[in-house]
C-alpha cells in the first residue's frame, strides 16, 4: 500500500488506537443446543446444510407466539434467521404455511427467501407454494385481486414521466418546471401517510401548482382504469377499514405474521401489518433503527424504538455478531453510530477474528480523490489481486460522483451508475449555466438560446417561434437580439436582455471559473433562488452545492472552448455509456449513493467525500448550527438533531458494506472551501481512546525536575502525524504536513535545511 497516498487513521483523530470490535464468540448450535432437547433434529438439520446459527440467532428462531422485535445489526444474519425460523414454525412447531405471511421490500428478497425456505429441512415444495412471502405490494394487489379490483397497474416510471411532462405543457408550465421524480415523491408521501392529492397543501404558487399537475394525474389515472404501487396499499388500507369482515377473514387466516427490514416501514405499512397481525399479536418484527436513512420516503425508527409501547411485554433480541467484515471495519462502524442518542443500544462483535484496516485518504480536491481511487483500483486489477466488480464507490449525494464518473469514462474503465446515469452538465438545473457559455462561444447555437429563455422570465415556444420568424427576415449575428422586438415586450425585461446579450458578449475571453461566477453574481443565483419552483424541487443547500461543483470541475480550465469541449467529450461517452435497463453488475465497479447500497455488500468500499458539509451534509449542519439559537428562542432543536443522526446513519451504513476491505476519502476542499475531515470518523476515534487506558500509544520520556534534581519518569500521549521528511542521509530536517493546505498537491519539496528533496511521510509526536 503507498503509504503518501493513504493513512491508517483519519488526519486530526486524537488517538493512534484504531476502533476494534470484540471478536464474537465461536460457539453455534452444534455447542449450544444439545441432542437431548426436542427440538435438537431441527438444528442437526440445519448444521447438515451449512447453517450454524448463534446464541440470539437460536433465541429468535424459536420463538413461538407473541410480539418479537429481532434487532439485526449491520451483517448478523438476519434473512438466515427469518428463514429458520420459518421452517422453524413449519416442521416443529407444525403450524400450516397458510398461516404464514413474510412481508419485505423488494421481489427479489421476496424470491430469495422462498427459494431458501425451500432448502430447509422438512419444508416441502407443496409447503412452500401455500406459504407466503411476497413484498407489500404484491401481497396486498394478491388481496385486492380476489377482491375483483381490476384496474392495470401503472409502473413504467418512463410512462410516468412522460404523462407527468404532457400535463406540465397543457397547464402552460415549462416542460421542467418540476422534475417528474420529485412530484411522484411527494404524491407517494402523501398517500403513505393515509392522504390523498386533495391532502396536499397549496399556501405557495408552487404548492398550488404541483397540486394541480397531480390532480390531473390522478383523474388521467382514473380515467384510463389504472393505479399504482402506491395506490394499491391505501385501497387495502381504505377497504379493510371499511370491510371489517375482509380484515377479520386476513387475521384468521395469517396467525404469524413475520416482517423484514421494518425500519424501512411506513405510517401506512405499519399500520396495515398491526392491522392483521390483530388480536393474535404473533408478529415479528427484524430490523435495525441504526439503518433508518429513508425518512424523506416516510420510514420512521420510532416504530422500533417504540415497538414495546405498542406491544407491552414484547421479546426483544438483538443480533449482535457480524458476519460480513472484520474486527476493524466493525468496531468503526460501532465507533461512529455510539454517538447518536436515539437509537437501541447495541455494540456488534465479529465473527471474522482478522480483516485489513480501514485506510484513510486526504486529497485536495475531488478531482485528486478519483485520481487516486482510480489508480489504485486499475494496480490492483492489472496485478491479477482484484477485478472491477470487487469495488464499490459510495457517495452522500449524487452531485459528489461528478469527478469518478468523468474519469471513468474519459479512461474506459467499466462502470455501473445505480443512479439516473446523468452527468453534472446535463441536470436541468446546471445546462442554463452551461448554455451561456456556449452562447459566448457562439451566439448562434439556437439550442442554447432556447434553454435560456426561462432564465429572462420568457416562454420557450412563443421566443423562439418569434426569433426564427425574424431570423428568417433579417439574420443576425446574435439572433438573441430578436427578442427586444418581441410583440408585448415589457420594459423590464427589455432591460434584463440587454444585460444578458453584454454578458453574454464580454464574458468569452474570461476563464470558465471567472464566466460562471460572473453569471450566478449578476442573476443566476437569485433566478434559482427567487424561483418557488426550484425553491419546492431541491433543498436550497442542493442548488449551492451543484452550481459549486460546476465551479469546482471549471477551474480546470484556462478557456471556455476548452471546457466546452470536454463537456461534450464526457457527455457523447456517457450516452454511449448508458444501458438501459441493465441492473446486474457484472465485472463493472459499481456507483451508488448510501441510500441505494443498503443491504447490499461488495468485497472492496471507497466513501468518498467523508468530509464536513458533504458527510454530514451542509443542510443537516446548518440545522444543527441554528440549533442553540431555536432552543434559546423557545423552540424545538430536535429537528436538527435528527437531520444530523440520519446523516449518522448514513455513514454508518456506508463503512458496514464493506466485506474485506474499506477506504475512506476526506477532500480538503468543498465548494471551494476548507472541509474538515467528517466529525463522524474523528469521533469513532475518540471513543475509541476515551475507552480504555490501552488506546494510547505511549513511551517513557525522562525528564529533570526543576525543584531537585531527581530524575523522574512520566508517560506522554503521542499520535501518529503526517510530515515531511529529508531524505537527505545526514539531514534531520522534518516538518508537519498541514492538511488542506497548498502543499497537499506535492510529491516533494525541498528541505529548508539542506535542499535535499523531502518526501511525505508520518511521525510519532506528542499530542
Given at each position: 500500500m503507498n503509504k503518501l497516498l493513504f493513512h491508517n487513521i483519519p488526519l486530526g483523530a486524537t488517538g493512534e488506537r484504531i476502533p476494534q470490535a470484540a471478536v464474537a464468540s465461536a460457539?453455534?448450535?452444534?455447542?449450544?443446543?444439545?441432542?437431548?432437547?426436542?427440538?435438537?433434529?431441527?438444528?442437526?438439520?440445519?448444521?447438515?446444510?451449512?447453517?450454524?446459527?448463534?446464541?440470539?440467532?437460536?433465541?429468535?428462531?424459536?420463538?413461538?407466539?407473541?410480539?418479537?422485535l429481532t434487532l439485526a445489526g449491520a451483517g448478523s444474519g438476519k434473512t438466515s434467521v427469518l428463514i429458520c425460523r420459518t421452517g422453524y414454525l413449519l416442521s416443529v412447531r407444525g403450524v400450516p404455511p397458510s398461516q404464514l405471511l413474510l412481508l419485505t421490500f423488494s421481489s427479489k428478497a421476496a424470491a430469495e427467501m422462498r427459494e431458501r425456505i425451500a432448502l430447509l429441512p422438512g419444508v416441502s415444495t407443496a409447503d412452500v407454494a401455500r406459504l407466503q412471502a411476497r413484498t407489500f405490494h404484491s401481497f396486498f394487489l394478491f388481496f385486492l385481486r380476489r377482491q375483483g379490483l381490476q384496474q392495470e397497474i401503472f409502473s413504467e416510471t418512463r410512462r410516468q414521466h412522460i404523462l407527468l411532462k404532457q400535463i406540465m405543457r397543457e397547464l402552460g408550465l415549462p416542460k421542467d418546471a418540476y422534475p417528474p421524480e420529485t412530484l411522484l415523491s411527494l404524491l407517494s408521501s402523501c398517500k403513505m401517510n393515509m392522504?390523498?392529492?386533495?391532502?396536499?397543501?397549496?399556501?405557495?404558487?408552487?404548492?398550488?401548482?404541483?397540486?394541480?399537475?397531480?390532480?390531473?394525474?390522478?383523474?388521467?389515472?382514473?380515467?384510463?382504469?389504472?393505479?399504482?404501487?402506491?395506490?394499491?396499499?391505501?385501497?387495502?388500507?381504505?377497504m379493510l377499514k371499511e370491510r371489517p369482515e375482509l380484515?377479520?377473514?386476513?387475521?384468521?387466516?395469517?396467525?404469524?405474521?413475520?416482517?423484514?427490514?421494518?425500519?424501512?416501514?411506513n405510517a401506512l405499512q405499519y399500520e396495515l401489518v398491526?392491522?392483521?397481525?390483530?388480536?393474535?399479536?404473533?408478529?415479528?418484527?427484524?430490523?435495525?433503527?441504526?439503518?433508518?436513512?429513508?425518512?424523506?420516503?416516510?420510514?420512521?425508527?420510532?416504530?422500533i424504538l417504540e415497538f414495546e409501547k405498542l406491544y407491552p411485554g414484547a421479546r426483544v433480541i438483538t443480533l449482535d455478531i457480524n458476519y460480513?467484515?472484520?474486527?476493524?471495519?466493525?468496531?468503526?462502524?460501532?465507533?461512529?453510530?455510539?454517538?447518536?442518542?436515539?437509537?437501541?443500544?447495541?455494540?456488534?462483535?465479529?465473527?471474522?477474528?482478522?480483516?485489513s484496516q480501514p485506510r484513510y485518504m486526504r486529497p485536495q480536491t475531488a478531482d485528486e480523490e478519483a485520481e487516486q481511487m482510480i489508480e489504485h483500483i486499475l494496480n490492483e486489477v492489472s496485478s491479477g489481486k482484484r477485478e472491477y466488480s470487487d469495488f464499490a464507490m459510495l457517495y452522500r449525494a449524487s452531485s459528489s460522483n461528478r469527478a469518478v464518473l468523468e474519469l471513468l469514462l474519459l479512461r474506459d474503465?467499466?462502470?455501473?451508475?445505480?443512479?439516473?446515469?446523468?452527468l453534472l452538465y446535463e441536470h436541468w438545473l446546471i445546462s442554463p449555466v452551461v448554455d451561456h457559455l456556449r452562447l459566448s462561444v457562439n451566439r448562434r447555437n439556437f439550442a442554447a438560446m432556447e434553454n435560456i429563455l426561462p432564465t429572462l422570465y420568457m416562454n420557450r415556444e412563443k421566443g423562439m417561434n418569434h426569433i426564427r420568424q425574424m431570423e428568417a427576415r433579417q439574420p443576425k449575428q446574435g439572433p438573441l437580439i430578436h427578442l427586444l422586438s418581441m410583440p408585448g415586450m415589457e420594459d423590464f425585461k427589455g432591460t434584463k436582455l440587454r444585460d444578458r446579450l453584454d454578458l453574454i458578449r464580454n464574458t468569452r475571453e474570461l476563464t470558465p471559473i471567472q464566466a460562471i461566477r460572473q453569471i450566478r453574481t449578476q442573476f443566476y443565483d437569485y433566478f434559482i433562488e427567487a424561483n418557488e419552483r426550484h425553491q419546492a424541487t431541491l433543498h436550497r443547500e442542493t442548488l449551492k452545492e451543484m452550481l459549486d461543483e460546476l465551479e469546482s470541475s471549471a477551474a480546470r480550465f484556462d478557456s471556455i472552448p476548452a471546457f466546452l469541449d470536454f463537456i461534450d467529450n464526457v457527455t457523447e461517452r456517457n450516452e454511449h455509456n448508458r444501458q438501459p435497463g441493465t441492473k446486474e453488475q457484472g465485472n463493472r465497479i459499481a456507483l451508488m449513493t448510501i441510500h441505494k447500497s443498503k443491504g447490499l455488500e461488495f468485497p472492496v468500499v471507497f466513501l468518498i467525500g467523508a468530509s464536513e458539509g458533504i458527510l454530514p451534509h451542509s443542510s443537516a449542519l446548518e440545522g444543527d448550527r441554528l440549533k442553540d439559537r431555536k432552543l434559546a428562542a423557545g423552540s424545538s432543536g430536535a429537528s436538527s438533531l435528527a437531520a444530523l443522526e440520519e446523516e449518522r446513519r448514513l455513514a454508518y451504513v456506508a463503512v458496514t458494506r464493506a466485506r474485506e476491505e474499506l477506504f475512506i476519502s476526506s477532500p480538503a476542499q468543498h465548494r471551494g472551501k476548507k472541509a474538515e475531515v467528517s466529525r463522524f470518523m474523528l469521533s469513532a476515534f475518540r471513543s475509541a481512546v476515551s475507552s480504555t487506558a490501552a488506546t494510547t500509544v505511549s513511551r517513557t520520556v525522562?525528564?529533570?525536575?526543576?525543584?531537585?534534581?531527581?530524575?523522574?519518569?512520566?508517560?506522554?500521549?503521542?499520535?501518529?502525524?503526517?510530515?515531511?521528511?529529508?531524505?537527505?542521509?545526514?539531514?534531520?530536517?522534518?516538518?508537519?504536513?498541514?492538511?488542506?493546505?497548498?502543499?497537499?498537491?506535492?510529491?516533494?519539496?525541498?528541505?529548508?535545511?539542506?535542499?535535499?528533496?523531502?518526501?511525505?511521510?508520518?511521525?510519532?509526536?506528542?499530542?
Open positions: 460457539q453455534t448450535s452444534k455447542e449450544l443446543v444439545k441432542r437431548e432437547e426436542g427440538d435438537s433434529t431441527y438444528f442437526r438439520r440445519l448444521e447438515e446444510g451449512g447453517i450454524l446459527l448463534n446464541r440470539p440467532q437460536i433465541a429468535a428462531v424459536r420463538h413461538h407466539k407473541g410480539p418479537l392522504g390523498t392529492v386533495e391532502d396536499l397543501p397549496e399556501g405557495t404558487t408552487a404548492e398550488k401548482e404541483m397540486k394541480s399537475i397531480l390532480e390531473i394525474y390522478e383523474q388521467w389515472k382514473l380515467d384510463n382504469f389504472k393505479i399504482d404501487f402506491d395506490d394499491v396499499l391505501l385501497i387495502a388500507y381504505r380484515l377479520q377473514e386476513l387475521q384468521m387466516r395469517y396467525l404469524y405474521v413475520m416482517v423484514d427490514e421494518f425500519q424501512d416501514t398491526k392491522m392483521i397481525a390483530h388480536p393474535q399479536h404473533n408478529l415479528m418484527v427484524v430490523g435495525d433503527d441504526d439503518q433508518t436513512i429513508y425518512s424523506f420516503n416516510g420510514a420512521r425508527s420510532e416504530f460480513r467484515s472484520g474486527p476493524a471495519i466493525v468496531g468503526l462502524g460501532n465507533g461512529i453510530i455510539k454517538h447518536n442518542t436515539r437509537r437501541r443500544s447495541k455494540t456488534l462483535q465479529a465473527a471474522k477474528g482478522s480483516g474503465i467499466p462502470y455501473i451508475d445505480y443512479g439516473e446515469g446523468q525522562t525528564t529533570r525536575s526543576l525543584p531537585t534534581s531527581r530524575a523522574t519518569t512520566t508517560k506522554t500521549k503521542t499520535h501518529v502525524v503526517p510530515v515531511w521528511n529529508c531524505t537527505g542521509n545526514s539531514c534531520p530536517g522534518w516538518t508537519r504536513m498541514k492538511a488542506g493546505g497548498a502543499e497537499d498537491h506535492l510529491t516533494s519539496k525541498p528541505c529548508p535545511l539542506c535542499s535535499t528533496p523531502m518526501t511525505k511521510d508520518t511521525r510519532e509526536v506528542p499530542v
